[in-house]
C-alpha cells in the first residue's frame, strides 16, 4: 500500500520511512492513532485499483510483449485482492491486541484502574462518552487553566509576552516540559525527586465505582524534612522556615506558609510565586491515572497529606483572579470542588458564583445549580440565591430573574441593606425604614457570617446601571407580599432559623481563613476547639487521618484577634515582630539572586 494511501487510513499523519524488514512488521503500525471517524479498508484499496486502471490507459511500449502484460495484471490485481484481505485481518487482530495489551499494562503497573469495579461496572462509568451527569459540569479544560491565555484575549498577546520575557517563563533543565496548572519560571530550581508521589487510594476501593480516589505518599526523605518543618513551626521563628526552603525547595507545606509570610510583608508577587511553586510540585508527583479535566478523581481530604492539593489550589485561585483572570479562576474552582463535591472541605460554592459571573459564564452557572441543588441544596446559601437571579438577568430571561430576586430577598432580606451600603445607593424611604429590612439575621450569627461573606467578595457586581431599577421594581414587589402579610413570609423566617442555627460548619471556616478578606473575620472563640489555623492546614477535620504528630496546642498562642491573617501570625510567630521576618525574608531573596548568577 503507498504512502499516500497508508497516511489517509492513519488521519493525515506522515509515517516514517521503514526499511524493507521493518515494513513486514505488523507492531510498527500505530493503530492507536487511526482517527474515530469511519472509514472503508476496501475503499482505499479501489482508489488503488482506480490508479492502476488510470496508468493502464497510458501509452504503452509498442514492443511489449502483450501477453506478458496481461499475465502481469492478472498477477497484480490478485495480489491487490490477497492484500486487501490481510490487511484487513491485521488491522482487526492489531486493535484487540493493542487494546488487551493495554488493559494488561495498567493492571499489572498501576493495579486495576478501578479498585472493587467489575469489567461490567467499568463500561457503565458516568464519564463514559455519550452520557451526561451533573459531574460533567465539573469537567475542566485544559487550554483555561493558563492565564496567559486569558490575559492575552483581554491586552494582546504583544503584551502579554513582554510580560513573560520580564519574568523569564521559560524552562529550563530539571522541569518538566510541560505542566498543565502553573507555568514553570526559570528561576526556579530543579526539582529532581521531591520525595511526593501518589498513588491509587485503595482504602477507597469500595466508595464509589464511578471514581478513582487516588493519595498523595511521602517518601522517608519527605517524611524526615516534613517533621523538621513541624518543628519549626512549634518554634514560631520565621527563619526556621525560610532556612528549610532554602534547603529543600520544594517542600509544600513550608512554601505555604512562606506565601503567607510574603504576604504578611505585603509582596503578593512573591507569595504568588511561592503558591505556583507548591503547586509545581503536586503536580508533578500526579499518578499517570490522575486527570484534572475528567471530574472523576477524587481525594481523601480526611488524609493529611491530601489536604495540600485542597489549599494550595485555593490559594492560586485566588491569586489568578486578583490578576482579573476570572476565567482561569473558575477553571481552578471547578478543578477543587470536583475532588470532593460532595464534602466540599474548603466551601468552594461560596466563591464559584463569583467568578462564574465575572467570567460571564451564565449559561453554565445555572446548569451547575440545576444539577448540584437536589443533593447539596446549593440554592439555599445566599451566595447562590442572589448569583443565580443575576444569571438570568444577564442571558435575558428577566421573568424568572425577578422570580428569584424575590424569593432571594425574601430568604435573606439582610443582604440587600448590606449591599445597598456597600455599593452606596441611596434607596427610597419605604425600603430604607422598612421593619422587614431591620436586624433579620442579628440572632443567627451563622447566616450573618454567610451574608457578609457574599457582599464583601460580590458587591461590585451589582454596580452596573441597569442592575437598579430592576431591583427597585422587585423590593418593593416584596414588601407589597410583606405589607399584605403573605404566609410565605413566615416560613421564609422558620427555613432560616431552621436551616442556620449553631455553630458555622469547618468547611465555611476554613474557606474564610482561607480568603483573608478584612471585612469577613473569625474570631479565636469560633475556633478554639477546633484545632489549629496553620496556613498550611486550617482547621483539621475531627475524624483526621494523620501520619505525623500536630504541634501541641501548649506551644501556640491563643491571644484573641478577629482578622484571619492575625490568626496565622498568632499560630506560627507569635511575639515575632515584623522586623524579624523582612530579615528573613531578605536572606531568602538573597539565595534566589545568589542562584539566579548560578
Request: negative net charge.
Amino acid at each position: 500500500m503507498s504512502t499516500r494511501y497508508m497516511k489517509k487510513v492513519y488521519g493525515g499523519v506522515a509515517l516514517p520511512e521503514k526499511d524493507s524488514e521493518s515494513e513486514n512488521e505488523p507492531e510498527n503500525l500505530i493503530v492507536r492513532d487511526v482517527k474515530s471517524k469511519t472509514f472503508n479498508l476496501f475503499d482505499v484499496l479501489n482508489q488503488n485499483s482506480e490508479t492502476a486502471e488510470k496508468e493502464s490507459e497510458e501509452p504503452q511500449d509498442v514492443e511489449e510483449d502483450t501477453n506478458d502484460e496481461v499475465k502481469r495484471k492478472k498477477r497484480k490485481k490478485r495480489r491487490r485482492k490477497v492484500d486487501g484481505v490481510k490487511a484487513q485481518q491485521t488491522v482487526d487482530h492489531m486493535e484487540v491486541e493493542a487494546t488487551d495489551e493495554i488493559e494488561r499494562s495498567i493492571r499489572e503497573v498501576f493495579g486495576d484502574p478501578l479498585p472493587g469495579c467489575s469489567s461490567q461496572d467499568m463500561n457503565n462509568l458516568q464519564w463514559m462518552e455519550g452520557q451526561s451527569s451533573k459531574e460533567d459540569t465539573l469537567l475542566v479544560q485544559h487550554k483555561h487553566l493558563n492565564p496567559y491565555n486569558e490575559l492575552k484575549r483581554i491586552f494582546g498577546s504583544k503584551t502579554v509576552q513582554a510580560e513573560q520575557n520580564n519574568r523569564r517563563n521559560r524552562p529550563r533543565s530539571g522541569h518538566l516540559k510541560k505542566t498543565w496548572l502553573v507555568s514553570v519560571r526559570d528561576n526556579w530550581p530543579p526539582i529532581n525527586k521531591s520525595g511526593l508521589s501518589m498513588s491509587m487510594d485503595q482504602t477507597m476501593a469500595a466508595a464509589d465505582c464511578n471514581f478513582q480516589y487516588f493519595v498523595y505518599e511521602h517518601d522517608p526523605s519527605y517524611r524526615q524534612v516534613q517533621l523538621k518543618f513541624l518543628e519549626a513551626v512549634e518554634s514560631l521563628n520565621p527563619e526556621n522556615i525560610v532556612n528549610i526552603i532554602n534547603a529543600h525547595s520544594y517542600h509544600v507545606d513550608a512554601l505555604l506558609q512562606l506565601a503567607e509570610l510574603c504576604e504578611l510583608n505585603e509582596d503578593l508577587a512573591m507569595a504568588a510565586e511561592f503558591t505556583e511553586r507548591a503547586l509545581y510540585c503536586l503536580e508533578c508527583a500526579f499518578h499517570p491515572l490522575f486527570n484534572v479535566t475528567n471530574g472523576v478523581c477524587r481525594l481523601d481530604y480526611k488524609k493529611q497529606q491530601n489536604r495540600a492539593l485542597f489549599i494550595t489550589l485555593f490559594k492560586h485561585l485566588n491569586f489568578v483572579g486578583g490578576r482579573a483572570c476570572y476565567r482561569t479562576s473558575l477553571e481552578f474552582c471547578k478543578l477543587l470542588l470536583s475532588l470532593d463535591p460532595e464534602g466540599d472541605p474548603l466551601a468552594a460554592v461560596l466563591i464559584i458564583d463569583y467568578y462564574a459571573l465575572r467570567a460571564k459564564e451564565y449559561e453554565w452557572f445555572i446548569e451547575f445549580c440545576d444539577l448540584w441543588d437536589s443533593t447539596t441544596r446549593l440554592t439555599q446559601l445566599p451566595n447562590i440565591a442572589y448569583s443565580l437571579a443575576l444569571a438570568h438577568f444577564h442571558l435575558g430571561n428577566e421573568t424568572w430573574a425577578s422570580r428569584l430576586l424575590r424569593d432571594a430577598v425574601l430568604m435573606f432580606p439582610e443582604v440587600l441593606m448590606l449591599l445597598l451600603d456597600k455599593c452606596s445607593i441611596q434607596t427610597d424611604e419605604k425600603v430604607r425604614n422598612h421593619e422587614y429590612f431591620k436586624n433579620k439575621t442579628s440572632n443567627i450569627p451563622a447566616l450573618e457570617k454567610l451574608e457578609q461573606l457574599y457582599v464583601a467578595r460580590n458587591f461590585r457586581l451589582w454596580k452596573e446601571a441597569d442592575l437598579l431599577p430592576w431591583l427597585r421594581e422587585n423590593v418593593h414587589a416584596v414588601l407589597n407580599r410583606v405589607d399584605s402579610k403573605d404566609v410565605y413570609i413566615k416560613h421564609c423566617e422558620q427555613k432560616r432559623i431552621r436551616h442556620y442555627h449553631g455553630k458555622l460548619p469547618k468547611n465555611i471556616l476554613r474557606h474564610i481563613i482561607l480568603s483573608d478578606i478584612k471585612d469577613v473575620t473569625v474570631n479565636i472563640q469560633e475556633v478554639q476547639n477546633d484545632g489549629s489555623v496553620l496556613s498550611h492546614d486550617p482547621l483539621p477535620p475531627t475524624d483526621s487521618i494523620d501520619i505525623y504528630k500536630r504541634p501541641s496546642a501548649t506551644t501556640r498562642s491563643t491571644r484573641s484577634t478577629s482578622n484571619a491573617l492575625s490568626l496565622f501570625i498568632s499560630s506560627l510567630v507569635s511575639n515575632v515582630n515584623e522586623e524579624t521576618v523582612v530579615l528573613a525574608l531578605d536572606g531568602l531573596n538573597l539565595v534566589y539572586d545568589n542562584n539566579e548568577q548560578t
